[in-house]
């Protein structure tokens, strides 16, 4: 198994060290990490800053690979938060610096943060889901540096700001703009990742889960990693194995890696 999304204390919201973690994944049977720390360039109203020194966190890999070596693949690697203000700076730090895998996701709409509930004040849940879906649909065509985007439906943990829970959503109502947000990401050769942070959340769904799974693969979409989003090691490599069960059902033969940004696939055959 692979975990492509994993955030070390060089992220500011975790304290775990690399090491703690590539001991917890090679634990749960994980052969490849992808240390995927924040970089926010916007990120209003939160005392945390989402940035990190490359060079410290790259001679750290550097270390980590040295110490691990054999045991588990370790991968360069960044969650970018796309935002409009930010995509010169975002795309500057993804390019002028060695990566081997990037994530793109969306933590704000309307420049309001989804995780404090100040983005849901004044919305009803159609409105908060609709516009939450347009506003990656539009980011997604303005940055273009990731090679997977994010927790597409992140929505789901925090629809308890509009008291409404993600199982009383009739989701396909969406499937217009999502299947363009799609397509979009199909035609430049990105893909998504299936994130399976919702089990930590106690929402007990992966981000996304089967139906836009499958709709991305209908539409052609092959390049898809599983992550768990762990910040502590207690999830590192968790539920792995129902992303890749995802995977099997929405059709899909293989899971994508990286290295140096570029995809290979590998049989789910070899790691189911
Ligand atoms: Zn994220
Ligand atoms: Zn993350």
């Known amino acids: 198994m692979f975990d492509y999304h994993v955030h070390s204390l060089f992220s500011a919201d975790s304290k775990m060290?690399?090491?703690?973690?590539?001991?917890?994944?090679?634990?749960?049977g994980v052969k490849e990490i992808a240390f995927t720390e924040h970089i926010d360039y916007f990120y209003p109203n939160c005392d945390l800053t989402f940035d990190f020194d490359y060079t410290d966190y790259s001679k750290a890999i550097d270390a980590i690979r040295e110490q691990f070596k054999n045991r588990i693949t370790v991968l360069k690697a960044v969650e970018i938060g796309?935002?409009?203000?930010?995509?010169?700076?975002?795309?500057?730090?993804?390019?002028?610096?060695?990566?081997?895998?990037?994530?793109?996701?969306v933590h704000l709409a309307d420049d309001l943060d989804l995780h404090n509930g100040d983005y849901?004040?004044?919305?009803?849940?159609?409105?908060?889901?609709?516009?939450?879906?347009?506003?990656?649909?539009?980011?997604?065509?303005?940055?273009?540096?990731?090679?997977?985007?994010?927790?597409?439906?992140?929505?789901?943990?925090?629809?308890?700001?509009?008291?409404?829970?993600?199982?009383?959503?009739?989701?396909?109502?969406?499937?217009?703009?999502?299947?363009?947000?799609?397509?979009?990401?199909?035609?430049?050769?990105?893909g998504i990742e299936v994130n399976m942070s919702g089990f930590r959340y106690r929402i007990d769904c992966p981000l996304p889960d089967?139906?836009?799974?499958k709709l991305y693969r209908d539409l052609g979409g092959e390049i898809i990693t599983v992550g768990t989003d762990a910040h502590s090691k207690h999830f590192v490599g968790k539920h792995l194995q129902l992303g890749y069960e995802i995977l099997e059902k929405a059709g899909f033969k293989y899971v994508t890696t990286f290295r140096e940004r570029k995809p290979s696939f590998v049989p789910l055959a070899n790691i189911i």
């Open 17 to 28: 060290k690399m090491e703690d973690a590539c001991e917890a994944a090679i634990q749960a």
């Open 120 to 190: 849901f004040k004044g919305k009803d849940v159609n409105q908060a889901v609709e516009n939450y879906f347009l506003t990656i649909n539009k980011y997604v065509k303005e940055f273009h540096d990731f090679n997977v985007l994010g927790h597409f439906t992140l929505i789901k943990r925090y629809l308890h700001f509009v008291n409404a829970h993600w199982t009383e959503i009739n989701w396909s109502n969406y499937d217009d703009i999502v299947e363009d947000t799609f397509k979009t990401l199909i035609d430049s050769s990105r």
């Open 82 to 105: 796309i935002h409009p203000f930010k995509h010169t700076e975002n795309t500057q730090f993804a390019n002028l610096n060695f990566f081997d895998f990037i994530i793109g996701s």
């Open 210 to 213: 089967l139906p836009f799974v």
